[in-house]
C-alpha cells in the first residue's frame, strides 16, 4: 500500500493545489491522508478545507483546527518573543473571524488519531498511526533531536510495537527515523514550510508485506509561492507571513506554529 500523507497546509491554497495534482499525478498512490491544521496564515482555510471534502481526503485535527473549532483563547502555537506572540495573535484571529460556522464544524468533528491496518485487520502486520502532535496533545513538538526515551515513550503511548509506523506532522520540517523497530515519521508541511525549502513537503509512505517492509519518502513540490505571498499582502494577514513563504521558515521576523 502506498499512501501520501499531507500535513500543516495552513490555508495555503495554491500550495495544496501543487500537493495534489502531484499525487493525481501518481497512480501508484493507493490513499491520501492528511495530518491536520488546515488553516491559519495565509487567507484560504474555507477553500482549503472545502477542496479536502472534495476530494475525500480523511485526516486528523491540528492544533489550529481544534482551537478555531472551539473558539479557544489562543491557538496553542509556540513563540519566542513579543513580535512572534503579537504575529501568532493577529493570524489566529483572522483566521477565527474568517472562517465559516460550517468550516469550524467541520474542523470540530475531525478525529485526534486514525489508525491504519495496510494489510488488513485479520492478519497480524504494521500499523500506521496518524497523529498532528503526538499521542496525548495535538500542540506537542515532535523534532528529530528528541532522544531515544522520548520516542520510545510515544510509541508505548500509542501502543504502536515494532514495525508499526507513527505519523505526524506540526513541526513544518520532515524527518524520518527507527527507534526500537518502530517508525517515527514527520510529514513536513504542505503549506508553510520551516526548514529553508520553500517548497510544499508531504510524504509518500510504503507499507508492504515483504521487504523492505517500510518506506519513506520525503516529497517536495514547486508551487506558485508568490499568488500565496500576494494574497497574503492584500489580506489583513501580518505581511510578515509573505516572506515568510518565500523563505521556507527564514525570514528576518518570525512565528512557530
Ligand atoms: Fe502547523
Redesign the pocket.
Known sequence: MRYALI??I?ANLPALDAVLADIDGRPDVDAAYHL??LV??APWPNEVVAKLREAGIPGVA???DSTVATDYKHCG?RYEDARQEQLSHLSYQWTRMHTFAETKAFLGGLPFRIDIRPLGGHVAGPTVTLL?GNQVLNTVYVYDDRPDSFLEKMASGVGARAGDILCF????IPWHRTVGGTHFVNTG?VG?PKDGDWRAGYVLLDVSASEPHVRVELVRVDYDVELAATAILESELPNDFADYLRTGGKPAAAVN?
Request: charged share 15%.
Open positions: 500535513s500543516d495552513h491536520g491544521d491559519g496564515y491540528g492544533n489550529y502555537c498532528h506532522g506540526h513541526t513544518h508541511s508553510r506554529g
